[in-house]
């Protein structure tokens, strides 16, 4: 039987040390993030030595994932929020570039485990947390306070502000994690009804046909759900960044 949720498994490489009695490991997770790490510092690191007028393959790719975040940023945030470009522009490559390996077989896709995106999603609430605080002081608490709410409805249209700010994490990660892990179960299980139906010799196959189509046709749907959810992910993030630029607004 082949099972969706193996590849899911965090795999220790070897031991880095231990910290009382629990052991700090080197895992298969770890692994793909310094992987794409790599591919993403290559990337960028050639797109910018070449710095041709006529730009080669790298160069535009580099210069078009830049191009696209920080566009992004300015129609969101404004132009005083590209000081967090590098924040945002990391947090959508990272996400973007681990999720496109994620969808090659037999790979790893660090986004399925929630433990990742919500680091991440952590990272982003705590940096507009303290950013906010920092900008504005005492002002920042008027993202919970929206313009022109009734007085007699205020502290109900508070209470509600108070509690959506403090669960962002949770959906924000949630979102990311729920899509990765469900797409690849999805072609998983998919997957696995081909190798199944391929046991029944000839008409087997025959009728292996369908599950191959739609392997197929998931797989393209789940390399475009690959990159929006990064986008999702660092757009919703310049937005929440936006509050403690401009809170009240």
Not at 17 to 33: D, K, R
Not at 155 to 173: D, G, Y
Not at 243 to 248: R, S, Y
Request: proline content about 4%.
């Amino acid at each position: 039987m082949i099972d969706p949720i193996e590849q899911f498994n965090i795999e220790k490489i070897f031991t880095i040390g231990h910290i009382g009695h629990q052991e700090i490991a080197f895992t298969n997770s770890s692994a793909y993030m310094f992987g794409t790490v790599a591919i993403i510092s290559l990337l960028m690191i050639g797109g910018v030595s070449q710095k041709r007028l006529v730009p080669g393959r790298i160069q535009s790719i580099a210069e078009l994932c830049f191009e696209f975040v920080a566009t992004t940023i300015r129609s969101n945030a404004g132009q005083e929020g590209m000081k967090f470009f590098p924040l945002v522009f990391s947090i959508f490559m990272l996400l973007a570039v681990s999720n496109v390996i994620g969808i090659i077989p037999y790979t790893f896709t660090i986004a399925s485990h929630i433990v990742v995106t919500a680091a991440l999603a952590l990272l982003v609430f705590l940096t507009v947390i303290i950013y906010g605080f920092y900008k504005n002081g005492l002002k920042f608490l008027k993202i919970f306070v929206p313009k022109g709410v009734p007085i007699a409805i205020l502290p109900a249209v508070v209470a509600i502000e108070v509690f959506s700010f403090f669960v962002r994490p949770v959906s924000h990660s949630v979102r990311l994690f729920a899509n990765m892990l469900a797409g690849h179960i999805t072609l998983k299980v998919f997957a696995s009804f081909i190798v199944t139906l391929g046991t029944f010799g000839f008409v087997g196959w025959l009728g292996a046909t369908l599950p191959l189509g739609l392997t197929i046709a998931l797989t393209a749907l789940e390399l475009l759900i690959a990159l929006l959810q990064a986008y999702v992910f660092a757009i919703l993030t310049v937005i929440y960044l936006n509050d403690a630029i401009h809170p009240g607004h």
